[in-house]
């Protein structure tokens, strides 16, 4: 079953702690991003990666981090930096540049109180 | 102004109705053309890609693309009840680190 598994589906954390959501894919796509929606607001761009050992920042990177060790997989950690945190989290891959189809994830539904 | 704008809806429709979502943009350079589906509280998933200007059919789905008018639509005929949830415009250049620019996206509603 090819696709994309984004884990846990609700996650909760206190204001000051650091999260790391997951983002694995067995498409075999060389690129994956992170976005962020917040109601009214779309999807804006976290950070992306086209390929391993490389990935850019997106539009609101400030207060994240991430990696890409391996081709499959591209982590998010949240850091206490960002302001905003509480959010839905979506994970999205492409089989090459940032222009093709991109398929998500299920979402990772973030909260910190 | 914005790059993509997309109505903002929330759009209800009776059962077999036709549905029309539109969104417009201002950068010309873009030329590849998505449209997204997002049921609540899920990812998104492709419905429709389209590249450059034309019209793609796909089932009960058409999406349209003019260039000249920086317009795209995404047409549904005999719209159903499984259609009701937020539909996403999104386009992009191309090329080296181009990024996907998404519409804030609109709530659809279809009526049984």
């Known amino acids: 079953d090819g696709g994309i598994t984004q884990s846990p589906k609700y996650l909760f954390r206190k204001e000051g702690q650091n999260v790391t959501l997951s983002c694995e894919q067995n498409l075999n796509h060389d690129a994956m991003y992170w976005y962020r929606q917040d109601p009214g607001q779309g999807l804006r761009l976290i950070y992306y990666?086209?390929?391993?050992?490389?990935?850019q920042k997106g539009d609101i990177a400030e207060g994240y981090s991430v990696s890409r060790e391996k081709k499959e997989s591209f982590p998010l950690t949240v850091t206490s930096a960002q302001k905003n945190p509480t959010a839905f989290y979506l994970c999205?891959?492409?089989?090459?540049?940032?222009?093709?189809?991109?398929?998500f994830g299920p979402g990772t539904r973030l909260t910190v109180t | 102004q914005k790059e993509v704008e997309q109505d903002p809806g929330p759009l209800s429709v009776p059962e077999g109705a036709i549905v029309s979502l539109n969104c417009t943009y201002s950068n010309s350079a873009f030329q590849y053309f998505m449209w997204y589906r997002q049921y609540s509280r899920k990812g998104p998933e492709l419905l429709m890609y389209t590249y450059s200007s034309g019209n793609k059919e796909d089932g009960r789905f058409t999406a349209q693309v003019d260039k000249s008018s920086k317009y795209i639509s995404l047409f549904i005929r005999d719209s159903q009840p499984s259609d009701s949830a937020t539909y996403l415009c999104?386009?992009?250049?191309?090329?080296?680190?181009?990024?996907?620019?998404f519409g804030k996206g609109i709530t659809l509603s279809v009526r049984p």
């Open positions: 990666s086209q390929i391993v050992n490389d990935f």
């Open positions: 999104a386009m992009s250049a191309g090329g080296a680190n181009s990024k996907l620019t």
């Open positions: 999205a891959s492409s089989i090459r540049g940032t222009f093709d189809e991109q398929y």
